[in-house]
């Protein structure tokens, strides 16, 4: 059963960088064809698509979000990562790593539960 598990403080000050880190069990990143999606849901707003890194290292972003998003990976760990840089208020969201395949970045099979993240100076 695969499994994926958010880290990161709950907690970060304007402007600093967002840190996030998504623990996969149960299945390899490196498997053909899998996306690994970032994805968030600020209070009482809908879910809003981040960014991806593919099973080959591939990365993709939101256009809105490109210029301060970086997604990375460690293969050894079977983890893969995320920055958001000059965080403002707007940031504060449930943030959730996902998986689901490389041609359709829309759709996710697995979920981790989420962890929330607060900006606040």
């Known amino acids: 059963q695969l499994q994926l598990q958010e880290s990161g403080p709950g907690l970060v000050k304007p402007p600093q960088t967002l840190s996030l880190t998504c623990t996969v069990s149960?299945?390899?990143?490196?498997?053909?064809?899998?996306?690994w999606s970032w994805i968030r849901q600020p209070p009482g707003k809908g879910l809003e698509w981040m960014g991806a890194i593919a099973y080959d290292g591939s990365t993709y972003y939101s256009p809105s979000l490109k210029s301060r998003t970086s997604i990375s990976r460690d293969t050894s760990k079977n983890q893969f990562f995320l920055q958001l840089s000059s965080v403002t208020p707007e940031d504060t969201a449930v943030y959730h790593c996902?998986?689901?395949?490389?041609?359709?970045?829309?759709?996710?099979?697995?979920w981790g539960q989420g962890t929330q993240v607060t900006v606040s100076s």
């Open positions: 149960g299945g390899s990143i490196t498997t053909s064809y899998d996306a």
């Open positions: 996902t998986r689901g395949l490389v041609v359709a970045l829309d759709e996710y099979d697995y």
